[in-house]
């Protein structure tokens, strides 16, 4: 059976300052990873960010050890600036959730989460 990919979530965040946007897109695939498990996708400014089983349980083990309930997935964000950002997140628990926050220059944090398609 192919990937199926939907379309579970697409928003946006303007920044007034010069008039662009950062666009998120989050996508519900059926075979993501190396076991072909369901999982979701996350996609902004070209990156895209693979929720599935084998790479969560991995980030839920560092997220243990380092003792914080939100892991933030450093490599897979963009925080040049204190100002704008679009930081990515891997929530512990039950159930475990991506959280995606945006920030641009004229806006406040803007906060979302998808709660994932498998426990670890």
Same mark, same amino acid.
């Not at 059976?1 to 697409?10: I, S, V």
């Not at 599935?52 to 600036?81: F, N, T």
């Not at 959280?99 to 906060?111: A, D, F, G, P």
């Given at each position: 059976?192919?990937?199926?990919?939907?379309?579970?979530?697409?928003?946006?965040?303007?920044?007034?300052?010069?008039?662009?946007?950062?666009?998120?897109?989050?996508?519900?695939?059926?075979?993501?990873?190396?076991?072909?498990?369901?999982?979701?996708?996350?996609?902004?400014?070209?990156?895209?960010?693979?929720?599935?089983?084998?790479?969560?349980?991995?980030? @839920?083990?560092?997220?243990? $050890? *380092?003792? %914080? #309930?939100?892991?933030?997935?450093?490599? &897979?964000?963009?925080?040049?600036?204190?100002?704008?950002?679009?930081?990515?997140?891997?929530? @512990?628990?039950?159930?475990? $959730? *991506?959280? %995606? #926050?945006?920030?641009?220059?004229?806006? &406040?944090?803007?906060?979302?989460?998808?709660?994932?398609?498998?426990?670890?």
């Amino acid at each position: 059976m192919a990937n199926q990919k939907t379309t579970l979530d697409e928003w946006s965040v303007k920044d007034l300052e010069d008039g662009s946007s950062i666009n998120v897109t989050v996508l519900g695939c059926t075979e993501l990873g190396n076991q072909s498990l369901p999982g979701i996708q996350v996609i902004y400014m070209g990156n895209i960010i693979n929720y599935e089983p084998l790479i969560a349980e991995r980030w @839920a083990y560092q997220a243990a $050890k *380092a003792g %914080v #309930e939100e892991y933030l997935l450093e490599d &897979k964000s963009w925080m040049v600036h204190d100002d704008q950002f679009v930081k990515t997140y891997l929530v @512990a628990g039950e159930p475990l $959730k *991506a959280k %995606v #926050e945006v920030k641009t220059r004229s806006s &406040k944090v803007i906060t979302k989460e998808y709660e994932l398609p498998f426990a670890v």
